[in-house]
């Protein structure tokens, strides 16, 4: 499918570069069986803002008063089986899953066709970024050790849910002006119709990844990222 005016690829990563069943099997697990760990590292600033965003969110959210740090970490647990898309969450599983990155017991998954994109696109001058629910943090490591080696050059912003909702429409104008590119030459990539919907409400160019277990759901589709033609 072939998408002219192009200057900007930003794409997702959970069902778009990266198999959702990672991401579920892998980084979900490894985040729980290790939370019991952040105890030990409560003395880091970034371990220590998360917990105060936790309080604040558990009470301005679900009206509960957190008392202990028992009572954050189980409620950053409660939230993580949720999969809530909550900032402080993604924040505290960037830190234990970097963790687990470097002592190489996780390796980033990223499909096979996303590689060989990635450098076609760079070839052509195209620059490229990553726009996830998860960390910036996190999105880092993905790429930084991912099974395909470090992909992380290829990219030059990272944009997470400190910039907004991917499903808010408002989002997107904040991400173009921080790259410095109209919308109209900047393409999103993700496999979620309501992401799609807001980029597209805010001039963006899209395509869903139809990944497998993902439904084609928008009015631009491809299986895989071979199948993305830019001028």
Request: charged residues 25%; aromatic residues 12%.
């Amino acid at each position: 499918m072939k998408f002219e005016g192009v200057k900007y690829v930003l794409t997702d990563i959970e069902g778009t570069t990266t198999s959702v069943k990672f991401v579920y099997d892998q980084l979900f697990p490894y985040f729980r069986s290790h939370i019991g760990d952040l105890k030990s590292m409560i003395q880091q600033p970034d371990v220590q803002e998360a917990f105060r965003l936790t309080v604040k969110l558990s009470l301005d959210l679900e009206g509960r008063k957190l008392n202990s740090v028992d009572e954050i970490i189980n409620t950053l647990n409660r939230w993580s089986e949720e999969d809530r898309k909550i900032t402080p969450l993604k924040s505290v599983q960037g830190i234990l899953w970097e963790d687990g990155y470097k002592k190489g017991e996780l390796k980033g998954h990223v499909y096979a066709d996303v590689l060989p994109a990635l450098e076609h696109w760079k070839s052509l001058g195209i620059q490229m970024g990553v726009f996830s629910s998860g960390s910036i943090a996190a999105q880092k490591l993905i790429f930084g050790y991912s099974e395909l080696g470090d992909l992380t050059p290829f990219f030059s912003h990272y944009f997470d849910t400190t910039t907004g909702g991917k499903k808010e429409a408002e989002t997107y104008p904040k991400i173009a002006d921080a790259i410095g590119l109209q919308p109209s030459e900047i393409i999103f990539l993700s496999d979620i119709t309501g992401e799609l919907v807001a980029a597209d409400a805010a001039g963006f160019q899209t395509v869903q990844l139809v990944r497998p277990g993902t439904e084609a759901s928008w009015k631009y589709t491809v299986k895989d990222f071979s199948e993305i033609e830019l001028a």
